[in-house]
């Protein structure tokens, strides 16, 4: 028999058994369709349970990645933390331990950075934790000038192996084999005119294949150490400047100008050395000439013309002391800068005195000094983004779920048949809505990352309380601290740099937040804003411990923190941004808790420096 179940028939009148010398006719036969749905149901419940298993598999395996990005995310936060603990000489203490992190973490033999001095192959600096127990050769003297060309182009180097390396390499060669280095991924810090520093990991035991996944971690930790550098490099260069500076006041020189009330040049001392006023002033302004005409001849052409006049005839017209007023020009096709001081005569005739001095060397350290403060903002920022890894994480996973769940709802809908087109179509929706929220969140997490020129544009004060709240939630929440928001209602736009102005108010609720969590019940952060006329206000207030007098009037200079661990630079780079803005940042302390309030004008020009 075909399935062996001839035990017995069921007719009309109940079980019918064999008879003792006959068969029973096949079960499949007289019930096809009743066995066909068993084998059906058995199939069914197979396809569910390896489906079930499949899923359980992408699971594991998303889970998986999700604990090494965690495990990452950790080690970046770490990373930041203690870089901007203390001076850059403590944090440069830490590099060895730091190093040894990265090091287990990527599973390689060697990680450190080089950095270069000057214009020479031999690094300046070299600073490298190594694997113990793994053997390797240290040469006496480290010759790179092939890595140091790399880090100048800022290129990315990846060998899986030193066989491959290009030509022109082989000095770079021999020290890498002499360091028993076997393959080497490097990343570019820090690049100025005379220095330059690279990052990098090394294997010593075999060779290895670099992924994409290291090279991200790795130019991701770079943005970390590079901030740690370019820290020392401006410390270095801050005591280097304060001796420039007087070099350069004791050498400068000096034109004087004597102009009569009427605005004629009565005297004119050609001076004794190089000429620095601007060849279009001291081409027609000599003895007897009418220097204010002569001014508003040329303003239409040099725009620099015109300011000078203004200060000219305000300094003619009386009342106030000495003016100053700056002047950029081009010398033999170089940038140059003088500056005008303007003073009234002290006689009856009126008249004034204008002395002209060349500051090129001042300015060029001015520009430099803020480009480095963009610089320590820029790190500050990607510190502050560190401090707040969970709140990303816990808000970048709520739409990625809901994701999954609703790709996975519609899936079993679409199998299910035709009639759930709607339910299909609105798990779609949700899709695309969570899809956004996460666009949203990342793009918000770009912004505060973004290093580039500054970007004036009108900025919404309550749409950044309300996003720096949102960014501050998760952190506030693990230190069981809340945070409220009291917007004004048809709060005026300031013009400004958004991702600055977000800078300054996530410093402040991150500092309310941590203050506030060493106190007792209730422990709450509000940040408010108030519509002030010609200003607008931002407050945040917390109830934490408060400031003490004596550290009020220097909370905001540099390397000054109430906190053991702080280092003292993000309310100094706030107070900076804001001022930069044309406003006001300030703090009391008012019995419980402390206050900092920012005061925005309106209508700004928003050129922050």
Same mark, same amino acid.
């Given at each position: 028999?075909?399935?062996?179940?001839?035990?017995?028939?069921?007719?009309?009148?109940?079980?019918?058994?064999?008879?003792?010398?006959?068969?029973?006719?096949?079960?499949?036969?007289?019930?096809?369709?009743?066995?066909?749905?068993?084998?059906?149901?058995?199939?069914?419940?197979?396809?569910?349970?390896?489906?079930?298993?499949?899923?359980?598999?992408?699971?594991?395996?998303?889970?998986?990645?999700?604990?090494?990005?965690?495990?990452?995310?950790?080690?970046?936060?770490?990373?930041?933390?203690?870089?901007?603990?203390?001076?850059?000489?403590?944090?440069?203490?830490?590099?060895?331990?730091?190093?040894?992190?990265?090091?287990?973490?990527?599973?390689?033999?060697?990680?450190?950075?080089?950095?270069?001095?000057?214009?020479?192959?031999?690094?300046?600096?070299?600073?490298?934790?190594?694997?113990?127990?793994?053997?390797?050769?240290?040469?006496?003297?480290?010759?790179?000038?092939?890595?140091?060309?790399?880090?100048?182009?800022?290129?990315?180097?990846?060998?899986?192996?030193?066989?491959?390396?290009?030509?022109?390499?082989?000095?770079?060669?021999?020290?890498?084999?002499?360091?028993?280095?076997?393959?080497?991924?490097?990343?570019?810090?820090?690049?100025?005119?005379?220095?330059?520093?690279?990052?990098?990991?090394?294997?010593?035991?075999?060779?290895?294949?670099?992924?994409?996944?290291?090279?991200?971690? $790795? #130019? %991701?930790?770079?943005?970390?150490? =590079? +901030?740690?550098?370019?820290? @020392?490099?401006?410390?270095?260069? /801050?005591? !280097?400047?304060?001796?420039?500076?007087?070099?350069?006041?004791?050498?400068?020189?000096?034109?004087?100008?004597?102009?009569?009330?009427?605005?004629?040049?009565?005297?004119?001392?050609?001076?004794?050395?190089?000429?620095?006023?601007?060849?279009?002033?001291?081409?027609?302004?000599?003895?007897?000439?009418?220097?204010?005409?002569?001014?508003?001849?040329?303003?239409?052409?040099?725009?620099?013309?015109?300011?000078?006049?203004?200060? $000219? #005839? %305000?300094?003619?017209?009386?009342? =106030? +002391?000495?003016?100053?007023? @700056?002047?950029?020009?081009?010398? /033999?096709? !170089?940038?140059?800068?003088?500056?005008?001081?303007?003073?009234?005569?002290?006689?009856?005739?009126?008249?004034?005195?204008?002395?002209?001095?060349?500051?090129?060397?001042?300015?060029?350290?001015?520009?430099?000094?803020?480009?480095?403060?963009?610089?320590?903002?820029?790190?500050?920022?990607?510190?502050?983004?560190?401090?707040?890894?969970?709140?990303?994480?816990?808000?970048?996973?709520?739409?990625?779920?809901?994701?999954?769940?609703?790709?996975?709802?519609?899936?079993?809908?679409?199998?299910?048949?035709?009639?759930?087109?709607?339910?299909?179509?609105?798990?779609?929706?949700?899709?695309?809505?969570?899809?956004?929220?996460?666009?949203?969140?990342?793009?918000?997490?770009?912004?505060?990352?973004?290093?580039?020129?500054?970007?004036?544009?009108?900025?919404?004060?309550?749409?950044?309380?309300?996003?720096?709240?949102?960014?501050?939630?998760?952190?506030?929440?693990?230190?069981?601290?809340?945070?409220?928001?009291?917007?004004?209602?048809?709060?005026?736009?300031?013009?400004?740099?958004?991702?600055?102005?977000?800078?300054?108010?996530?410093?402040?609720?991150?500092?309310?937040?941590?203050?506030?969590?060493?106190?007792?019940?209730?422990?709450?952060?509000?940040?408010?804003?108030?519509?002030?006329?010609?200003?607008?206000?931002?407050?945040?207030?917390?109830?934490?411990?408060?400031?003490?007098?004596?550290?009020?009037?220097?909370?905001?200079?540099?390397?000054?923190?109430?906190?053991?661990?702080?280092?003292?630079?993000?309310?100094?780079?706030?107070?900076?941004?804001?001022?930069?803005?044309?406003?006001?940042?300030?703090?009391?302390?008012?019995?419980?808790?402390?206050?900092?309030?920012?005061?925005?004008?309106?209508?700004?020009?928003?050129?922050?420096?």
């Amino acid at each position: 028999m075909a399935l062996g179940l001839a035990i017995g028939t069921i007719g009309a009148g109940g079980l019918q058994l064999p008879d003792a010398g006959g068969t029973t006719p096949p079960l499949w036969r007289d019930h096809p369709l009743l066995l066909a749905g068993i084998v059906g149901l058995i199939l069914l419940q197979m396809g569910l349970i390896a489906g079930l298993l499949y899923q359980g598999r992408r699971r594991a395996r998303a889970q998986g990645a999700l604990d090494r990005q965690l495990a990452f995310e950790t080690l970046l936060s770490e990373v930041s933390r203690r870089l901007l603990t203390g001076s850059a000489e403590e944090a440069s203490g830490q590099l060895p331990a730091l190093f040894g992190m990265v090091g287990e973490h990527f599973g390689v033999d060697r990680v450190g950075i080089v950095q270069w001095r000057d214009q020479t192959a031999r690094p300046g600096k070299v600073v490298a934790w190594i694997r113990p127990g793994v053997p390797g050769g240290e040469p006496g003297r480290i010759e790179l000038p092939w890595l140091h060309a790399a880090a100048r182009r800022r290129e990315i180097l990846r060998w899986d192996s030193l066989e491959g390396l290009p030509a022109g390499a082989e000095g770079d060669l021999a020290t890498l084999r002499a360091l028993s280095t076997r393959s080497l991924l490097a990343v570019p810090l820090a690049v100025t005119p005379d220095r330059a520093a690279m990052l990098g990991m090394t294997t010593r035991t075999g060779e290895r294949v670099w992924t994409d996944q290291d090279l991200e971690g $790795l #130019r %991701a930790l770079a943005r970390a150490f =590079g +901030g740690h550098v370019l820290r @020392e490099w401006v410390e270095e260069e /801050a005591a !280097q400047s304060h001796a420039l500076n007087a070099a350069v006041a004791e050498a400068v020189a000096s034109e004087v100008a004597v102009v009569d009330a009427d605005g004629t040049v009565w005297w004119m001392d050609d001076g004794a050395g190089e000429r620095v006023t601007p060849e279009w002033l001291w081409e027609r302004a000599a003895n007897g000439t009418d220097i204010l005409a002569a001014l508003e001849e040329i303003s239409a052409t040099v725009p620099a013309a015109a300011g000078l006049g203004q200060v $000219l #005839r %305000a300094a003619l017209a009386g009342g =106030g +002391g000495t003016r100053h007023h @700056e002047c950029r020009h081009l010398r /033999a096709g !170089q940038e140059r800068w003088c500056e005008a001081h303007v003073r009234p005569l002290d006689r009856s005739e009126g008249g004034i005195v204008l002395a002209f001095n060349d500051v090129s060397d001042r300015k060029r350290l001015e520009l430099e000094s803020q480009t480095r403060m963009h610089e320590l903002a820029h790190v500050n920022r990607v510190a502050s983004l560190g401090e707040l890894t969970a709140s990303l994480a816990h808000e970048l996973n709520q739409p990625l779920t809901a994701i999954l769940s609703n790709a996975q709802a519609a899936r079993l809908l679409l199998d299910a048949g035709p009639a759930n087109d709607d339910e299909v179509r609105g798990a779609l929706d949700d899709i695309v809505q969570d899809d956004r929220r996460a666009g949203e969140i990342i793009l918000r997490i770009r912004r505060l990352l973004r290093k580039g020129a500054i970007e004036p544009a009108p900025v919404d004060l309550n749409g950044l309380v309300g996003d720096v709240a949102q960014l501050a939630a998760a952190t506030a929440g693990k230190r069981r601290v809340a945070v409220a928001t009291r917007l004004a209602p048809d709060l005026p736009t300031v013009t400004g740099d958004p991702v600055q102005l977000q800078q300054v108010l996530l410093n402040l609720v991150i500092n309310a937040v941590d203050a506030t969590a060493q106190s007792d019940e209730p422990r709450l952060v509000t940040v408010s804003t108030r519509n002030g006329g010609p200003l607008v206000e931002v407050e945040v207030r917390d109830t934490g411990p408060g400031i003490p007098a004596d550290h009020l009037p220097r909370i905001f200079n540099s390397f000054f923190s109430t906190k053991p661990d702080g280092l003292g630079m993000g309310l100094s780079i706030s107070r900076r941004i804001v001022e930069a803005h044309g406003g006001r940042i300030w703090a009391e302390s008012p019995g419980r808790g402390a206050v900092f309030r920012v005061a925005l004008p309106l209508g700004t020009p928003g050129e922050a420096r």
